[in-house]
């Protein structure tokens, strides 16, 4: 999980308190801010879910003590200062109590994306029968690539021809049939993000 321990973190700067952001893992949406002074710091890296000090309260409180939302850790890491810590979690439900997937109000997962990767492996690990993933896979790997070929001129042509409608709806349909290509081919939108940063640098 993390080789960090409460000695790195600088607590004195806040009265024995540091800020933590907390990202899905996933996503990396940002889910919630709060607040960890060492004791809660180490109960998260004991028991592997985000626990933290409660200034309302003023005690330790795990995420989802009462709601069964707990957050578990998959990494953590603090800031060049040492006085703010980011983890990333996997949230098990709502974040917010407010029943929302985030304590931040935005409008929509930007990075859905992400989230649609991980349903797409999720078809593959767990099949269901009659899903069009598990149809597409019975007809193996020709005609996946032959999908991302025809969204592919379909899109061109909504660009060219359609309205703006159409063509984020024809871009959509590539986008899933090439993420759908890169699991097929033991691939992931992480490789493409590293080559592409790799190209820029």
Known sequence: MSNINSSQIDFTKTDGLVPVVVQDNQTLEVLMLGYMNAEAFEKTQ??????????????????????GNFLFVQSIAIDCDNDTILIKANPVGPTCHTGSRSCFKTDFNQNFIFELENIINDRYENPVEGSYINKMRSKGLNKIAQKVGEEGVETVIAALAETKEDLVNEASDLVFHLMFLLKEKGLSIKDIAENLEKRHK
């Open 46 to 67: 004991q028991e592997g879910k985000v626990t933290f000090f409660s200034r309302s309260k003023s005690r330790l409180w795990t995420k989802g003590e009462e709601s």
